[in-house]
């Protein structure tokens, strides 16, 4: 699920999931036409083949991903503003990503590259979302336990450091 908003907002402004649909023709996947993003693909799922960018932390496919990067930031923006061009839009904010804990090295540099060169946003951070969910909760210390769909994770911080990496 992606998830989007202003720094100065409690709960994020727009989220949508984080999905692709390839239209199908004549039962076959057709890369020949527009790609559905977002709800608009769970909506004609039966017309779609479904694609998710990121299956784990070791198998992302960059290229939909960015897409649907793009599409969500879009779609954002026009909750915001009705004005501006997105790239206009991006050129003045400052943009955060947060990571599970096992995130690999390669993500982050590829992450970086997206957020630079096709979003051409001034400024990007990434925050791990351990740390994120003990801040949002005034904490410096203590244990957090991330359960989802297909991992779980448990990480020790004290005083805004993580102690260990899970294995």
């Not at 989220?15 to 023709?25: E, M, Q, S, T």
């Not at 020949?32 to 299956?55: G, M, S, V, W």
């Not at 992302?60 to 897409?67: K, M």
């Not at 649907?68 to 879009?74: E, F, G, P, Q, S």
Request: with cysteine; net charge negative; charged share 25%.
């Amino acid at each position: 699920m992606n998830k989007v908003g202003m720094n100065y907002a409690d709960v994020p402004q727009y989220a949508a999931p984080n999905v692709v649909g390839v239209p199908k023709l004549n039962g076959k996947t057709n890369t020949n036409t527009n790609f559905l993003y977002e709800i608009n693909a769970y909506k004609e799922a039966q017309n779609c083949h479904l694609r998710f960018p990121i299956e784990s932390a070791l198998d992302i496919d960059w290229d939909d991903l960015t897409d649907v990067i793009t599409n969500t930031l879009i779609s954002w923006q026009r909750t915001l503003t009705k004005h501006e061009e997105i790239s206009e839009f991006m050129s003045t904010k400052n943009l955060i990503f947060t990571e599970r804990i096992d995130n690999i090295e390669i993500n982050r540099k590829k992450l970086y590259e997206l957020a630079f060169e096709v979003l051409d946003v001034p400024k990007v951070g990434i925050l791990d979302q351990s740390l994120c969910a003990l801040f949002s909760e005034g904490k410096t210390t203590g244990l957090v336990i991330d359960s989802g769909e297909t991992s779980t994770s448990v990480v020790p911080i004290f005083d805004s450091k993580i102690q260990s990496k899970p294995y």
